[in-house]
Nanobody, 131 residues
Framework: QLQVVESGGGLVQPGGSLRLSCAAS?????????VGWFRQAPGKEREGVSC????????NYADSVKGRFTISRDNAKNTVYLQMSSLKPEDTAVYYC???????????????????????WGQGTQVTVSS
């Protein structure tokens, strides 16, 4: 079964940039999996940030990060990336990547942000935006 592991989190100043990586393993073909990024701030529920289709042709972003975050994938490297720029203190959270064999979820943003549709979750990586 597919396994995913996040990396790249850390401490960054407001306005700075950070790139998160989600490495996948334990699967036959990564081409069959859509991938989403979620985050959870202290005292808040986990929320969707961005998602990408299995081929990379469809992408969705939460309004709060649109224009600042960019999701991409390199299936040859079995990796999905989340490039974050113009970071704000409110972006501080634990970021999780998740994979889903339900490739249709990226058709509608509301579907790709449903946590219950994802089968594999990483352990999370901390992103702290502070001066």
């Amino acid at each position: 079964q597919l396994q995913v592991v996040e990396s790249g989190g850390g401490l960054v100043q407001p306005g700075g940039s950070l790139r998160l990586s989600c490495a996948a393993s334990g699967f036959t073909s990564v081409d069959y999996y859509a991938v989403g990024w979620f985050r959870q701030a202290p005292g808040k529920e986990r929320e969707g940030v961005s998602c990408i289709s299995s081929s990379g042709d469809r992408k969705n972003y939460a309004d709060s990060v649109k224009g600042r975050f960019t999701i991409s994938r390199d299936n040859a490297k079995n990796t999905v990336y989340l490039q974050m720029s113009s970071l704000k203190p409110e972006d501080t959270a634990v970021y999780y990547c998740a994979a889903s064999s339900k490739r249709y979820i990226t058709t509608v943003q509301a579907l790709c942000f449903m946590t219950g549709l994802y089968e594999s979750w990483g352990q999370g990586t901390q992103v702290t935006v502070s001066s």
